[in-house]
C-alpha cells in the first residue's frame, strides 16, 4: 500500500485539534472465509472505515498497520476528503456508510462515529459479512445490546470493542492480582469519571453545506442543527451519548466490573439536571452505588482523582492511565504472581517491566482484533462483555434520571416490577434509520 505517513500524521493531528471459525454463506459484498484468509496471509486484509474525525481518525491509522485501508466513509464532507487523501490514491470515500459495505473488498470495518451509530452500523456490517471493530461505547441503550449479541451469534463475526484498557498493562495488572486475592476478598470499588459539560442555551441555524445533518441525526430525533450538538461535544447531549457515565464509563467500569466478577443487582443514583433550554443535558454533580451478586458495593462518582480505587479486606489497589499502586504491586518482586489458565495480565510484560511501560495498550488492542479476525476466536473487548459492562453504565444513567433505588435481575436484564425503569431500557427509531 502506498501511503504518505507524513499526510496520515497531519490528518490525524488535524482531526483532533479541529473538531465463530466457520463461514456462513456470502452476503452481498461479503468477502468469503477462502477470500479473507488469502488476502490475510498477504498483509492485505481489506479495511473500510467509518466516521473519520477525532478518534474514528485515530483507530484507522492503527488498522493501517494490519490491514490496507481500502474505504473511507464521513458524513462531513470535509472530514472524508481529507481522510482519503491522508492514505494516498487507494481508498475510495463515501458519504453513506450503506454504499461502503457493499464493496467486496472491504472484509473488516471500523467504527469510529458518534455513539447514536454504533449499534446500528455493527449491525449492519455483520449483516455484510464484516467484521467489525467498533469505538466504546457499544450502545446507547440496554436493548441494543441485546440485539447486538444476537446478530453477533447469528452471523459468526468478529466484533472487537474500543475498550483498550483491557489491553493496557497497569490495569490487566490491577485485574489479576485482584481476582488472585492480592487483597484479600473484595468489599468495594469506587470510580471516579470526571464532570459532565454545561452550557447553552445555544443557537441553532443552517447546518454547514459540507454536513449531511440528517444522515448524521440517524436514528435520533429531527431536530434543528445546533454546532454544539455536533461532532466531539454529542457526548453531552443524552440523545446522542450518555455523558460521562458512558465516556469514561465505558473504560473504567468495564476494568471494575471484569475485576468484581458479577453482576448489579441493585442502583441507586443521585444527580442534579441543567434546566436550560437548546443546550447540554446530561446531569451534573452526579453519584451512583451499585450492589453485586457477590456482596461487593461500587461507587461512581464525578469528583476526585480520575481512576478505579479497590479495596479488599486486606488491602488496596488503586489504578489510572498513569499508574497502578499500593502495597500489593510495591511487594510484586518479593511475590511474584502466580500462572493462571485464564489469565488477564500478559506475563512476559510483568517478567520484563521495562517492556510492560512502552507497550501501546491502543496499538495492541488492535492487534488482538487483527488477530482474531485470522483465528477467529473472541477479542478480549467482545460483545458479551461489553454489552455487559455498558449496560451498566446505562442502568446508572436511568438510575439518575429517576432519582431512586431500582432492583435488577441480571439474567432477564429486566427492573424488578418497575414499568418506567423498563421502559428506558429501549429508545425510539426515528422512520429510515430503525435497526433491521
Not at 44 to 56: A, L, N, S
Not at 168 to 186: N, P, T, Y
Request: glycine fraction near 8%; charged fraction near 25%; charge should be neutral.
Amino acid at each position: 500500500m502506498q501511503t504518505s505517513s507524513i499526510d496520515r500524521r497531519r490528518f490525524l493531528a488535524s482531526t483532533l485539534l479541529g473538531g465463530s471459525a466457520a463461514a456462513l454463506m456470502p452476503f452481498a459484498g461479503e468477502s468469503t472465509a477462502q477470500e479473507v484468509s488469502t488476502r490475510s496471509a498477504a498483509n492485505d486484509i481489506g479495511v473500510g472505515c467509518i466516521g473519520m474525525r477525532y478518534q474514528g481518525s485515530v483507530i484507522a491509522n492503527k488498522a493501517a498497520m494490519y490491514g490496507k485501508i481500502v474505504a473511507v466513509c464521513d458524513v462531513d464532507r470535509h472530514v472524508r476528503d481529507q481522510a482519503k487523501a491522508s492514505f494516498g490514491s487507494t481508498p475510495r470515500a463515501f458519504e453513506d456508510y450503506r454504499d461502503l459495505l457493499k464493496r467486496k473488498d472491504v472484509d473488516v470495518v471500523t467504527i469510529g462515529t458518534p455513539d447514536h451509530w454504533h449499534t446500528k452500523m455493527v449491525i449492519d456490517a455483520c449483516r455484510a459479512g464484516k467484521d467489525v471493530y467498533c469505538e466504546k461505547p457499544l450502545t446507547l441503550t440496554i436493548e441494543e445490546g441485546q440485539q447486538l449479541q444476537r446478530v453477533v451469534e447469528e452471523t459468526g463475526r468478529v466484533v472487537q470493542v474500543g475498550s483498550w484498557q483491557r489491553s493496557d498493562h497497569r490495569f490487566r495488572l490491577a485485574v489479576e492480582m485482584i481476582r488472585q486475592g492480592r487483597i484479600g476478598k473484595l468489599t468495594r470499588v469506587d470510580v471516579v469519571l470526571g464532570k459532565n459539560k454545561t452550557g447553552g442555551p445555544f443557537q441553532s441555524g443552517e447546518a454547514p453545506h459540507n454536513l449531511n445533518w440528517d444522515l448524521w441525526q440517524g436514528q435520533t430525533p429531527d431536530v434543528p442543527y445546533i454546532q454544539e450538538r455536533c461532532h466531539y461535544t454529542f457526548r453531552w447531549w443524552k440523545e446522542y451519548s450518555g455523558g460521562q457515565m458512558t465516556d469514561w464509563g465505558a473504560h473504567h467500569l468495564d476494568i471494575a466490573q471484569w475485576a468484581i466478577d458479577s453482576l448489579p443487582v441493585e442502583i441507586q443514583g443521585n444527580a442534579k439536571w441543567p434546566k436550560v433550554q437548546d443546550g447540554y443535558n446530561v446531569p451534573i454533580d452526579f453519584n451512583v452505588t451499585y450492589q453485586y451478586e457477590n456482596g461487593v458495593t461500587m461507587t461512581v462518582a464525578d469528583e476526585g482523582r480520575n481512576g478505579i480505587l479497590f479495596t479488599g479486606d486486606e488491602g488496596r489497589i488503586f489504578v489510572n492511565r498513569g499508574t497502578v499502586s499500593g502495597k500489593p504491586v510495591e511487594e510484586l518482586a518479593k511475590h511474584p504472581l502466580e500462572r493462571q489458565d485464564w489469565k488477564v495480565y500478559e506475563f512476559d510484560n510483568l517478567d520484563r517491566p521495562e517492556r510492560a511501560g512502552k507497550l501501546d495498550a491502543i496499538v495492541n488492542h488492535m492487534g488482538n482484533f487483527f488477530d482474531c479476525i485470522r483465528t477467529r476466536k473472541k477479542p478480549i473487548s467482545d460483545v458479551e462483555s461489553q454489552h455487559r459492562s455498558v449496560s451498566t453504565c446505562h442502568l446508572g444513567n436511568i438510575a439518575l434520571q429517576l432519582g431512586r433505588t431500582l432492583k435488577w435481575n441480571p439474567q432477564t436484564e429486566e427492573f424488578i416490577d418497575d414499568t418506567t425503569a423498563n421502559a428506558l431500557r429501549r429508545r425510539d427509531q426515528r422512520e429510515g434509520f430503525e435497526t433491521a
